[in-house]
């Protein structure tokens, strides 16, 4: 599977569901005290492949196409979602 030779935090040892697909917990920023929700798609110099098999990385691929797709569907509420938030600004991670 091509996905799998890419590297992205859906397909690294250290991720965990955040809201699924888009966005990923990281293990490896949390513990560094760095904000943890990342997206999924992206990735960063200590991305270690996952040994388990991982569908994070194709189904981002596919919502990310949906949305360029159909942008006015995807468009509505982003932001209220349940679960933590990311604060783009400041950096930090709150519930």
Not at 34 to 59: A, G, K, R
Not at 83 to 95: E, F, I, M, P, Y
């Amino acid at each position: 599977m091509k996905t799998e030779k890419e590297k992205h935090c859906g397909n690294c040892s250290y991720h965990d569901v955040y809201h699924y697909p888009d966005k990923i917990f990281c293990v490896y920023r949390y513990l560094k005290g760095e904000n943890p929700i990342v997206d999924t798609l992206w990735h960063c110099e200590n991305w270690t492949p996952e040994s388990q098999p991982c569908f994070c990385v194709q189904d981002a691929k596919n919502n990310a196409k949906n949305i360029q797709e159909n942008p006015k569907h995807y468009s509505q509420h982003e932001h209220s979602k349940p679960g933590g938030v990311a604060d783009k600004h400041s950096g930090l991670w709150t519930r």
